[in-house]
């Protein structure tokens, strides 16, 4: 078919485009540095691998299930992003009027999407079958042969269920009926400036719309402030609800900031500075946060009232976590998932590097979290 | 008069690439400037620099004897820009919208040069409904009342006219006129199209490869306006004669 490669050309082009646009002594600094960073977090990753060996070797439970349901998780989730990825060019508004077939677009897609996925399935065989022999697992490549296999099944198990998902080949908001009436969030969202939060959630017109996503997580989130409340009280200790508070509070805030409007003129050609805006966006989810995290916090002040320094120092952890995503957030602003990666990514690796260099690692966390913060504010300022 | 706008010696582009360059401007109270060029002359470059959307690379604005790189919130507080129709936040109704302006510029959502504009532009049945929704030239629109809000020294609409309706164009024209005459406020309005700027404006500058190559004072506009065609003429050649050098 002639079409088959154009989401693949579509996304080369963007690449390309996007490395020209770039200033050289910026990428320079990405090579390097990045470069760097990631020989050096090989390095590190061998080395450890190298001295868990033995232990590693023979752990039944990781191999048998910890392992594959890793592969098959993240199979899924690389799937996901790179079906979606290729359903968004192969649907993209430039081509509507183009005489494609929604049959055409969804295979330029599947073409697009098992082109990416090769590769990502080579790169995940040869890094598990270099990580077997490192820690001298016997059949090393049988056991990245086998894990790309795992890795390769539930990517296109999953690129398929998002291919094949009738809902993404239309244009759904088009066809939702417009909402009436006064929106309910008003009262929340009337502080200068008005409107901010409905803009940044996408609320038609600042209605809220019910989904199933949206009451599959209230039904989580809900049970999870209710289980960690009632673990505490049965057992008389603070510690899980506080955890659970914790836990809870920073995923709320982390699934509803959104800063998409710190990159609009609307804004940046108005009469208000950065920090005002980034403050505003960060008020209603850090809101949210705050109202998950009572619950079990209360509980945890009530199971056990003399260890009331658990859920006060839970409850600062949580706003010192909030800020610096916040912080990512801001600097991610049109991509939410990957702010929550870097995020992630970013606490996995200085929790890590906690354990071999002490407290000090959370210096460059938080040098990190403000250098992020100086670029969005002149990014804001200067384009 | 005051200068509401003062640009000197403006260079500026994207990552370091030169776009415009060496710009000299100045604005009083009462001036309504037609910004000509062809397509990729630096108009739309020249109006994000002067608007703090993109970094000066040398030269200085001032809005309001505000420097915009010392002071850009309080310089910004001194013009209002009809934004470009698909950069408008579109999940937000109009009135949303309005709304989110007014509460930023401090001032009232109805602050407006004129009291029933919204009908005159017939926003009315539109208002309430997201922003999404609307065609090109509603969104134009909006776009316009957002920048009128709080009657602020310096208009500045970015080719924001040409998508408009005969009657709302002419309504916005009125408005525009009227501000300007009143010798409280100034305009910017970039176009391309030539045979309307004679009449509805008292100045005209060319932009050409990223820097001004020509300009009419209001009596040579005037002159020009006279006859049909006469004033298209003379663009035509000054664009003739810079491509030829």
């Known amino acids: 078919m002639r079409h088959d490669r154009l989401v693949l050309i579509l996304l080369w082009r963007e690449l390309v485009a996007g490395l020209r646009a770039t200033r050289r002594r910026d990428l320079a600094w990405i090579a390097l540095g990045g470069g760097g960073l990631l020989a050096y977090a090989i390095a590190d990753i061998v080395v450890a691998l190298h001295a868990a060996g033995p232990k590693l070797r023979h752990d039944q439970l990781l191999w048998t299930l910890g392992l594959p349901i890793t592969f098959a998780v993240l199979g899924c989730l690389a799937g996901n992003a790179m079906s979606r990825l290729c359903l968004s060019r192969a649907f993209a508004p430039f081509l509507k009027a183009l005489p494609l077939a929604s049959a055409e677009r969804r295979r330029m897609a599947e073409v697009g999407a098992f082109a990416l996925g090769l590769p990502l399935t080579l790169v995940f065989a040869t890094a598990v079958g270099f990580a077997c022999v490192v820690i001298g697992k016997p059949l090393a490549p049988a056991w990245g042969l086998g894990a790309a296999t795992l890795f390769a099944l539930s990517f296109g198990t999953a690129a398929f269920w998002r291919l094949r998902r009738p809902r993404l080949l239309v244009d759904a908001a088009a066809s939702e009926a417009t909402p009436v009436g006064r929106p309910w969030l008003r009262r929340l969202d009337r502080a200068r400036p008005s409107w901010l939060s409905s803009w940044a959630w996408k609320l038609p017109a600042g209605h809220i719309r019910a989904s199933w996503k949206l009451a599959a997580a209230s039904l989580l989130l809900g049970v999870a402030a209710i289980l960690g409340a009632w673990v505490s009280l049965a057992g008389r200790t603070a510690g899980p609800a506080a955890v659970a508070g914790l836990a809870g509070g920073i995923l709320v805030f982390m699934l509803s900031l959104r800063c998409q409007p710190l990159g609009s003129p609307v804004l940046r050609t108005a009469p208000i500075g950065f920090t005002r805006v980034w403050l505003r966006l960060v008020r209603l989810p850090l809101q949210l946060s705050l109202a998950f995290f009572l619950l079990p916090a209360g509980a945890a002040l009530a199971a056990e009232p003399s260890a009331w320094s658990v859920p006060v120092a839970s409850g600062l952890w949580l706003l010192v976590l909030n800020g610096a995503y916040a912080v990512f957030g801001a600097y991610f602003l049109n991509a939410p998932f990957v702010a929550m990666l870097s995020f992630a990514g970013a606490l996995a690796y200085a929790g890590y590097e906690t354990l071999e260099y002490g407290r000090t690692v959370l210096i460059g966390l938080a040098a990190l979290a403000f250098f992020l913060w100086h670029r969005t504010r002149q990014r804001y300022r200067n384009g | ?245």
């Not at chain 2, 919204?118 to 309430?128: A, K, P």
């Not at chain 2, 932009?207 to 298209?232: H, I, K, N, T």
């Open chain 2, 1 to 245: 008069m005051a200068e509401v706008l003062t640009v000197k010696e403006l260079t500026a582009g994207y990552r370091g690439r030169i776009v415009v360059r060496g710009i000299d401007l100045s604005l009083h109270r009462g001036d309504m400037v037609g910004l000509l060029g062809a397509n990729g002359s630096g108009k739309s470059t020249f109006i994000r620099a002067i608007t703090g959307q993109i970094p000066l690379i040398g030269g200085s604005v001032a809005i309001d004897d505000i420097d915009l790189a010392a002071a850009p919130e309080r310089a910004k507080a001194g013009f209002g820009l009809a934004i470009e129709p698909h950069e408008l936040p579109a999940p937000l109704s109009g009135r949303q919208y309005i709304e989110l302006v007014a509460s930023i510029r401090g001032c009232a959502p109805n602050d407006l040069p004129s009291g029933d504009l919204l009908e005159r532009l017939d926003l009315g049945r539109w208002i309430d409904r997201p922003i999404a929704e609307y065609s090109l030239g509603t969104r134009a629109k909006i776009a316009i009342v957002a920048a009128l809000l709080g009657r602020p020294p310096l208009l500045i609409f970015d080719e924001t006219l040409n998508g408009l309706d005969p009657v709302a164009a002419w309504e916005v024209k009125r408005v525009i006129t009227a501000l300007c005459a009143s010798g409280r406020h100034a305009a910017i309005v970039s176009t391309h199209v030539v045979e309307a700027v004679p009449a509805l404006c008292n100045r005209a500058v060319l932009m050409a490869e990223g820097s001004l190559s020509r300009s009419w004072d209001a009596a040579q506009l005037a002159e020009a306006g006279r006859a049909p065609g006469v004033f298209e003429e003379s663009v035509m050649r000054a664009l003739r004669m810079r491509a030829a050098a």
